[in-house]
């Protein structure tokens, strides 16, 4: 019986969808299975389309066909090799049986696609790293650009300084505060510190002194060294005067030296890192002398904002609160004759008159003597280094 003769089309069984879609790779073999099940006597005859052309004798073709549980029915396959060497190869094959037919779309492999993919991975990755070597390089940098620009400020606040620091006068604590911490925050920063050298907490109570002294302050700043250690009620009970501490300040600050870590009472650092969060440690290196290290940073994150105007301009935590006195008034018709001494103008505190010298009057028989005038020595002020950071050693820290 000729393929004209069935009275029954055969069924495509493979592919199942009569059209695929493929993405092999070049150089691969890709096997084409085209399979019919084939009702009655008929005979099936496929025919390999490529692009609508015969296929080439190039691609193999392997042929079989066996019966089904029911003697009338019998299924047939034939695969089609395809040997992809070249991209000529890619195309549309086509089995066809009169008017069954199935297709195979071979498509260029996506090795392009996997390079994107690959390269759109990398190129994520990359960022990923750089941002988070960004993050940790200029974090410090960004929350401070944040703060100073959209940050509240605190003012209006009746408060006279921006914070109350505790230290023992000791050598080392007395030259880093002295000489390093408080010149470095008001000349450069212009903050208002408040130092006090004396216990902080006598008798674990604080005086109605101390509470007022901290009441005038926004922040407290304890220099916690192995000699402030040593102070009476931190040997008693450290934990009961820390707790004192925060109740009297908003989240206190405490710098610690990095030399003297490791010598740390275990229950001191185990007691301030399980407090972090209502309170800010700081460390100490032997680097943080640099005005752009991160301690300098993440110190002024602490504090409050400032706000710096223009030159000329008075203080900016002063105007703000609207104090109308002519000597703290810049535009005022009854302001201050001397401007130099208004503690509202930004100029050159620290400006000493040049010294004046007395002629030298000669005598008959006494040595040669020069008289100098002294009468300007209580207005000279002797306290303000702009080059203080080389008063203090380094392994004095």
């Not at 309170?279 to 002024?300: G, H, I, Q, T, Y």
């Not at 002063?318 to 302001?335: C, F, G, W, Y």
């Not at 300007?376 to 050693?393: I, P």
Request: include cysteine; proline fraction near 6%.
């Amino acid at each position: 019986m000729t393929d004209a003769e069935c009275g029954t089309l055969p069924v495509l069984i493979a592919p199942s969808s009569g059209e695929q879609d493929l993405w092999p790779h070049l150089g691969s073999i890709l096997p084409l299975n085209c399979t019919l099940r084939l009702i009655d006597s008929c005979t099936a005859n496929l025919t390999w389309l490529k692009d609508g052309n015969p296929a080439p004798e190039v691609y193999r073709e392997q042929q079989s066909c066996w019966n089904g549980l029911n003697s009338s029915e019998r299924f047939f396959t034939s695969i089609l090799n395809v040997n992809l060497t070249t991209e000529e190869d890619y195309g549309n094959f086509t089995c066809q049986w009169q008017t069954v037919s199935a297709s195979f779309t071979l498509h260029k492999s996506d090795k392009a696609g996997h390079i994107a993919a690959v390269l759109f991975a990398l190129c994520v990755l990359t960022m990923l790293v750089v941002g988070t070597i960004l993050y940790i390089k200029c974090r410090l940098n960004v929350r401070l650009w944040y703060r100073d620009k959209y940050g509240d400020m605190e003012i209006n606040d009746g408060r006279l300084f921006d914070a109350y620091v505790s230290f023992c006068p000791s050598n080392i604590d007395t030259k880093f505060t002295n000489f390093i911490l408080k010149p470095h925050l008001e000349n450069r920063y212009g903050y208002k510190l408040h130092l006090d050298e004396r216990s902080l907490l006598p008798n674990t109570e604080p005086s109605a002194e101390l509470l007022m002294n901290v009441s005038r302050c926004r922040r407290l700043i304890v220099v916690l060294s192995l000699a402030y250690l040593e102070q009476e009620w931190c040997q008693n009970s450290f934990r009961n005067g820390l707790f004192r501490l925060l109740e009297l300040s908003r989240r206190p600050i405490f710098i610690l030296f990095e030399n003297q870590y490791k010598e740390l009472p275990a229950e001191v650092t185990k007691l301030l890192n399980s407090q972090r969060g209502i309170l800010k440690m700081l460390l100490w290196k032997a680097n943080s002398v640099s005005p752009a290290s991160d301690f300098w940073k993440e110190l002024r994150l602490a504090l409050p904002r400032k706000m710096s105007l223009a030159e000329g301009r008075g203080d900016p935590q002063t105007q703000n609160q609207d104090d109308k006195d002519p000597m703290l008034s810049v535009n005022s018709e009854t302001a201050d004759p001397d401007p130099d001494g208004d503690l509202g103008v930004r100029r050159t505190f620290y400006k000493a008159p040049p010294p004046r010298m007395a002629p030298v009057r000669h005598t008959g028989d006494r040595d040669n003597a020069a008289d100098v005038d002294i009468s300007d020595l209580g207005s000279r002020n002797y306290s303000a280094r702009a080059d203080y950071y080389c008063l203090v050693a380094e392994p004095d820290l």
